[in-house]
């Protein structure tokens, strides 16, 4: 199996004419990934804290509903930040270091595929249950047209309802940790872009959780607490990944003589 993927990424890296970054341009700093890791686990902490120790406010039903819509939003902000954030990075770049950059872009590529996969099969798999994708009238109106009325299409259709049914069910359980599991992958290495430079990630990061608060901002709480917990909680993430944004550029800058300047070639 690591054969087979060690193939497949050297025929994208060929085909993209794929150049990694130097040593100088992405060094490797155990202290960065170490406060990276650290800020990525209390925010998780913080989360199931807020939500275990208050009230919903709604039911628990509506609230898991609420959460899986919310995910996909989410997730779909991700997408769309990161998407933002690189193409204005690589247009900021002299032409020759955009040229270079775009032959960098297989990880962050493969990275924002795997986040927009799963509430692409949590909406599948959704309709799929309830009935949205194909209700059981439709497929015995399919089946009647290559078997004709009868009781061999309603059969068909029953078997085939419950088979999606069954399907569907397993694939929305599924697709929910392994959303989950990929959104802290991607949001921990912020989509792979330091395979494009060493500067990006630290960029990218305050977009995107000042894009998921605004978004979290417009969609009201999910527990019922008190506001001053509330909104301190909801502004610590922020302003604890830009803190550290900051931090990460001024250590690139002083301990590896990393610049935006020069990593857009300027």
């Not at 902000?77 to 690589?90: P, Q, Y």
Request: aromatic share 10%.
């Amino acid at each position: 199996m690591s054969g087979s993927g060690t193939m497949i990424g050297e025929f994208f890296h060929s085909a993209m004419g794929y150049a990694g970054p130097t040593a100088a341009e992405r060094p490797e700093d155990r202290l960065i990934t170490r406060m990276q890791r650290l800020r990525t686990v209390l925010g998780i902490v913080a989360a199931v804290w807020l939500v275990v120790a208050y009230p919903l406010a709604e039911g628990g039903q509506a609230f898991f509903v609420g959460k899986l819509v919310e995910l996909g939003i989410s997730c779909g902000i991700l997408v769309a930040g990161s998407v933002i954030g690189i193409a204005a990075f690589l247009i900021a770049g002299t032409p020759e270091r955009r040229r270079t950059f775009s032959r960098r872009l297989l990880g962050p590529f493969v990275s924002l595929f795997a986040l927009a996969l799963g509430p692409a099969l949590m909406w599948l798999s959704f309709a799929a249950i309830t009935g949205d994708l194909a209700s059981e009238g439709d497929l015995k109106d399919f089946y009647s047209s290559i078997t004709g009325p009868g009781i061999t299409a309603a059969i068909l259709a029953f078997l085939t309802a419950v088979i999606g049914w069954l399907i569907g069910l397993v694939v929305l359980i599924a697709s929910i940790p392994y959303t989950l599991v990929i959104a802290y992958t991607c949001v921990f290495s912020c989509f792979r872009t330091a395979d494009v430079h060493q500067l990006l990630p630290a960029l990218l990061s305050p977009l995107l959780v000042w894009s998921l608060f605004t978004f979290q901002l417009i969609n009201g709480p999910d527990v019922a607490a008190p506001p001053e917990v509330l909104y301190t909680f909801m502004l610590g993430g922020p302003l604890s990944v830009t803190g550290l944004s900051f931090w990460e550029v001024r250590r690139l800058r002083t301990h590896h003589g990393i610049t935006l300047r020069t990593a857009l070639g300027r």
